[in-house]
């Protein structure tokens, strides 16, 4: 038989073991708690989308819609595309569902997989999952300032290291289109001074200049003329207002006239948070106000802000945090005879809201409770074959049970000390 290759996950895909299943399942319902506290509701859009979606929405001048999306015909010869990012879809959805009927602002949160074509490297992978949170219907700059302070109470909460916030304001479309004017005669006049890559972006993005690396480049955009100096006096107000907010409530963040991010639809704030604790890719999370973008797609306008920070990122950022052990019962079975009755107890121990599973692989006794042991079993129950008993695998202590109730309640005694204990 002719040997195969081993088969493996996709490049730039992972598959999620029970180990690092639980640190995200625990960040979910973090994220659940934080962001539902402030009035933001689950909601979802599809995995793919028409490619107009992303097209159209994302903007066709950036990195995303021209070399990061898995875009292909389907069976009936449309174009989809696995989304790339979030909010492109909820703003047609938003459109579809003529959410702007509702009371506003409509307050929505959202967790998935995400799709981009990138080179993988740590926390870059080409399906990743990201958490989203936006607010549509209104420009009122406390949802700016609750959103980032949200994000914020997230990344705290999740224990993600060497956190810092950037800050900038983008104006509106049309003092940007304006001062993307000035900065392409900028950039021209010093084309020499330039990367080839930024050069050949002077007409299509000139603001994607302030995100080179490239070190003559890097000394231009010092120098360069900067869009918050030209913001519109609203504009200039509402970043003001926002930033009053931060102050208040002690966030502290950097003014960055050079923060542009990466999408087209952003006015007004922007964003980004990032973790020293990460390598290159230090983003973590990031978002702003698009105020423009709802109408863009078809619908009213609608002024909305948002965020969207990557979980692995997240993950990377946050280290180890300590395994919170001794919540589970263990039901041993020294005999096999013993498994029906065993099977009772497990599920009576669950039906009383313990965690609770029994020995399923013909272990022997030494075995079973080495095998709880690693588990972390605060307690264990043996089902012999005429009798019950509980072991407090804290103290060693091991007493009889007269029934299955017994037997549950002195589990449930046996572990109080390690659910008392938790945070
Ligand atoms: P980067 O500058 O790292 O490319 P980005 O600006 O493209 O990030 P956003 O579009 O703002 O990122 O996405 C929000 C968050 O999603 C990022 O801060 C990051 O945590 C995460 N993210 C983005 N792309 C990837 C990816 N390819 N793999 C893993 N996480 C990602
Ligand atoms: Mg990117």
Redesign the pocket.
Known sequence: MARQEKLRAPRGTFDVLPDEGRRRERLLATTAEVLGAAGYEPFDTPVFEDTEVFARGVGETTD?VQKEMFSFEDAGGRSVTLRP?ATAAICRAYVEHGMHKLPQPVKLRSWGPFF?Y?APQS????Q?T?IDAEALGSDDATLDAELILLLSELLERLGVRAVRLRLSSLGTAATRREYSDELRQYLRDRADELSEDVRARIDRNPLRAFDSDHQATVRVMEEAPRLLDRLAPEDAEHLEAVRALLDDAGQAYELDPKLV???DYYTRTVF?FTSDALGA?S?????GRYDALVEQLGGPPTPAVGW???V???LLAAGDEAAAPGSAVFVAVPKPEGAREAFRVARALRAAGLQAQMEQSGRSVKGQLKHADRLGAGAVVIVGEDELEVKDMHSGHQRPAADVEEAVRLAGEALAPAVEARP
């Open positions: 995303i990012e981009r990138e926390g870059r992978y080409r990743f990201q991010r990466g999408l980004e890719q983003g973590v999370g990031g978002g969207a920070a990557g692995e990122r997240m």
